[in-house]
């Protein structure tokens, strides 16, 4: 079937009609974008296959603390404004608050995660284009806005041609059309 499969397909049907309208097509190629409940689930299904896939210490087929800890933590410590830490200790120190994370996510008690228990952290383990898109507008903004005014002017944008065409020029040709009267 290719790189998709039909749960894939079937999630990313909404109404269930065994076709895809533009909405569904475009939350089956994105799926961290879309809001559709049945998606997200499955995107949270596979996310949990491929964790386990590489990180199933024990081979059990489940998310335990010490997988999660080793495994999941880094990524996701920040998943919400509670557990927001811009200091980042390591090792012992961060045992608390993973045990914390944990829990919270463990909704059942049963000591393991299942993938419906990683919902609330899933744009961290499988981030949006949106997210990549603002990642990239703000490295943009920070290196083309002259004045630090937070936006960009046409002139700022003119003047930092650099900036927008890095990732299809190299450093040597950026330097070039920096001095080039046609983009002044």
């Known amino acids: 079937m290719g790189w998709w499969k039909e749960e894939h397909f079937n999630a990313s049907d909404a109404d269930g009609d065994g076709l895809l309208n533009i909405t569904e097509f475009n939350d089956f190629l994105h799926p ?19 964790f386990l896939r590489e990180r199933d210490s024990d081979g059990d087929g489940k998310v335990n603390f010490k997988e999660f800890f080793h495994g999941l933590f880094d990524l996701v410590r920040n998943y919400d404004e509670d557990s927001d830490n811009s200091s980042h200790p390591s090792g012992d120190l961060m045992e608390t608050p993973a045990k914390n994370m944990f829990s919270r996510l463990d909704k059942d008690g049963d000591g393991y995660l299942s993938d419906i228990e990683l919902l609330p952290i899933i744009d961290k383990l499988h981030p949006s284009e949106r997210y990549y898109a603002k990642q990239q507008a703000d490295y943009i903004i920070s290196q083309a806005d002259t004045d630090k005014d937070r936006r960009l002017t046409l002139i700022e944008m003119i003047e930092n041609p650099y900036v927008f065409y890095s990732a299809i020029f190299n450093d040597d040709d950026a330097d070039d059309y920096e001095y080039h009267d046609e983009f002044r």
Request: proline share 5%.
């Open 32 to 50: 961290a974008d879309t809001k559709n409940p049945k998606l997200l689930q499955w995107l949270c299904k596979e996310e949990a296959i491929c």
